[in-house]
Structures are given as C-alpha cells and as structure tokens.
C-alpha cells in the first residue's frame, strides 16, 4: 500500500518567511511532483523530479523552489513566503517503470500566509 | 503544452440518475487519461484510466470513453449514490510521466 506523507496539514507562516514543506513515499518511485490546488484552478503543477537531484519546472514555479537530495523525500520551499501563495499544496509520487503510472497524493498540506 | 479543460463545472444529480463529464484536450501526442477523484478534505485516488488504443472502459458504475478524433473523453456514473459527491479531475499525458489535469467538477448526489 503506497504511503506519501507530508509534514503537516496545516501550516500558518508571515510574509518574507522562508517555508519549507516536506513529503516522503514510502513505495521508492522514482517520480514525485508538487501540485498546488485553488478552488476553481485545479491542480498546477509546481515542480517534478524523476531522480535523486534532477527537477523540472512545471507550469507555475515562480516564487518557488525544491529539494530532492533523497529518493523518498521532495521539498517545496517558498523562499520568501507572500500573500498569494496562500493555498493547498499537494505532494504526489509515480513510479517510472511502466508508461502509465498512478499517481499517488499526499494529504495536502493547507499553507496560509499572513 | 497540454491544456485539458472540463465542463460542466458543477453537476447536480439525483440519486439513483446518470452523471457524466466530459473533458477536451489539445495534444494528439496525449496517449494517456485518468480521472481522479477527490472528496471532501481528502486527497486526490485515481478511480478509473483509459489509454489512447481502446475506446470505453467500464469498471462497475462508472466508465470511461475516449473520442480521439475529437480529442474528448467522458466519464460516466451510473446509478449515482451519495458517496459519488465529490470533485472529479481528469487528466492527460504523452507518456512522459507528467499529467495536465482540468480544473475539476464538483458532483452532488442529492438524495
């Protein structure tokens, strides 16, 4: 049974704050992205990596930043927190061996900024 | 990039009674089409994908349908129950291990 955890589910931080926000797989899919869902946006993705130390921009990374120096574990870091980037961030993994894979979500992690 | 888009964008139904969703996309590489489900305060699970060599997928109550040609596939509820109340995203990819997922739908089952 595939487990994606983030650090927390909620999260209240000041403006110019630097936010860290962590998830972890426990399945080793190479695969784990960071989406950021807003009623009536959908789900945007942030950022994606494929590999230990690889990442790619995705559709909205601007004002963000990420981590991955370990196979199960991929941050987001909002290096100085801002107004607009009050949302839900959601953190997902994927395995690559096949080429159609699952993607399995994290509980989300509710970020306001004051 | 892919754009994928889906209507209505909320759909009430009574319980018992046929839901569908459609959504379009704009790649013809787009070979690959889930649809994932997301209830209130919970996370996004996938609940039923359709790849681009088949036509219609059925799992129990629900199915899904691709129309290549015009680059449109639907999801299908039948005999809604409230547990069906959620919002549902579909998505799309090339095989490239990224999905470009539509704005949502949020589905009510009204008893």
């Known amino acids: 049974d595939v487990k994606v955890t983030q650090s927390s589910r909620y999260l209240v931080k000041r403006t110019g704050e630097k936010v860290f926000l962590e998830c972890v797989q426990d399945?080793?899919?190479?695969?784990m992205f960071w989406y950021r869902q807003d009623p009536g946006l959908g789900l945007r993705l942030i950022y994606f990596?494929?590999?230990?130390?690889?990442?790619e921009k995705g559709d909205i990374p601007e004002g963000y930043s990420v981590s991955r120096e370990k196979k199960e574990r991929f941050s987001l870091i909002l290096e100085s927190a801002s107004t607009n980037q009050t949302s839900m961030y959601l953190c997902?993994?994927?395995?690559?061996?096949?080429?159609?894979?699952?993607?399995?979500f994290g509980p989300g992690t509710r970020l306001t900024v004051l | 990039g892919e754009n994928v888009e889906q209507h209505p964008s909320t759909l009430s139904v009574q319980e018992g009674d046929s839901a569908v969703i459609k959504c379009t996309y704009s790649d013809s590489a787009s070979n690959y089409f889930p649809w994932y489900k997301q209830e209130l305060g919970k996370r996004p699970q996938l609940i039923i994908d359709i790849r681009s060599n088949v036509g219609e997928k059925k799992d129990q109550r629900i199915a899904v349908t691709l129309n290549k040609t015009a680059k449109h596939f639907s999801l299908h509820i039948t005999e809604t129950q409230p547990e069906d109340s959620a919002v549902y995203f579909c998505?799309?990819?090339?095989?490239?291990?990224?999905?470009?997922f539509g704005k949502g739908n949020q589905v009510v089952v009204i008893p």
């Open positions: 998505a799309a990819s090339n095989g490239n291990n990224r999905l470009a």
């Open positions: 990596s494929y590999d230990v130390k690889m990442k």
């Open positions: 399945m080793d899919h190479e695969n």
């Open positions: 997902a993994s994927s395995n690559s061996g096949r080429l159609y894979n699952e993607q399995f």
